[in-house]
Every structure is written in structure tokens, then in C-alpha cells.
């Protein structure tokens, strides 16, 4: 299983937002910027993680975006469920799948879930707090 761009560019920009703490919000260009990723890119995922009660859009002068909930309630699973479209290992066992013709006899499913379910309790072991921790730790500028 390969995580696309769209989880990674989500939780990298999640992160830097944790990391600028919630007194102001901070803009997407400000975002794009520092980590690199195109402005119109962030744009998409962040209408993704507002519909998904991750982030909140301040309006205005001075707008932007915050944190929906304290850093430490966001797991990096919950961002990745929100901007991708599923974190299966193999494409039979998406809910929008037809599901395969060879299930009922298929001796390698029962596998493919017991990872599915491993990766999901791993990435939502992760909280945006520890990684923000760990970015703060590893450049403390």
C-alpha cells in the first residue's frame, strides 16, 4: 500500500498548523510556502478537512484556518481518512468496490484486512501533538 500525495501533503500541512498553535489563524499561502506545496493543492484538501470537522475557516482580514479540536484529539489516520479515498491494502476490500468474484474461496483475504486494521490502529496511534512535538524538536527555530 502507497499512500498518495494527498495524505501526505494533508497531515505535512496539518502538522505546520498545529505547530503555529491556535492564537491566529494562518493563511494557505503561508502554508504553501513553508512546506512546499502548491497553493491550489492545499486548497482542495482543506475543503476536504473542513468537511471533515479537522480544521475551521476563520473569515476576514486576518483569516485563514485553525484546528477544529486541540491537537492531541487529531490522529494523522483521521486526516488520512478524510482526504483519501480508503487506506485498504488491496482495491477488493474498498466499501465502494464490487468486492471479488473469489471471496467466498479467497485464502489470502483474512490477511489483507489484519493489515488494513493494523495500519489504521497505527496511523491513529499519531496525534497531530506528537508530531508537532517532534517537528518543534527537530527544528526548534
Known sequence: MRLTTKGQYAVRAMVNLACRG???PVTLKDISVEEDISLAYLEQLFVKLRKGNVVRSV????????LARPPREISVGEIITVVEESLNPVACLDEDSDGCERASRCTTQNVW?????KIREFLNSITLEDLSAEARDTNPN
Not at 59 to 66: C, E, K, L, N, T
Request: glycine share 32%.
Open 22 to 24: 491556535a492564537e491566529k
Open 59 to 66: 473569515r476576514g482580514p486576518g483569516g485563514g484556518y485553525v
Open 113 to 117: 484486512k489484519a493489515l488494513g486494521v
